[in-house]
Nanobody, 115 residues
Framework: QVQVVETGGGLVQPGGSLRLSCAAS????????MGWARQAPGKQREFVAV???????NYAASVKGRFTISRDNAKNTVYLQMNSLKPEDTAVYYC?????????WGQGTQVTVSS
């Protein structure tokens, strides 16, 4: 079994920054891709960013240039640095981790951007 836990959410003013972390633990031999998705109230969950085991990254158009995804393979951890936050970034942010052919999700962490 694999556990995925996100931390780092909170309330921030527009234009501010937050850093999310996500740690995977349990029956892990190797992790492939790690990524982030988000779900705003009344909307479907949407892709935010992904990073492969080799370090290649991809971003949603709405966050490109403002968010940066990175990972620490030794710690089985992925990060999401979020800068220049906007009210429309308000959502529950979910981490996902691909171990072999399975994808595991965390419980989510709330990010609220408001003055």
């Amino acid at each position: 079994q694999v556990q995925v836990v996100e931390t780092g959410g909170g309330l921030v003013q527009p234009g501010g920054s937050l850093r999310l972390s996500c740690a995977a633990s349990g029956s892990i031999d190797s992790i492939n891709a790690m990524g982030w998705a988000r779900q705003a109230p009344g909307k479907q969950r949407e892709f935010v960013a992904v990073i492969t085991s080799g370090g290649s990254t991809n971003y949603a158009a709405s966050v490109k240039g403002r968010f940066t995804i990175s990972r620490d393979n030794a710690k089985n951890t992925v990060y999401l640095q979020m800068n220049s936050l906007k009210p429309e970034d308000t959502a529950v942010y979910y981490c996902n981790v691909q171990v072999r052919t399975k994808t595991y999700w965390g419980q989510g962490t709330q990010v609220t951007v408001s003055s």
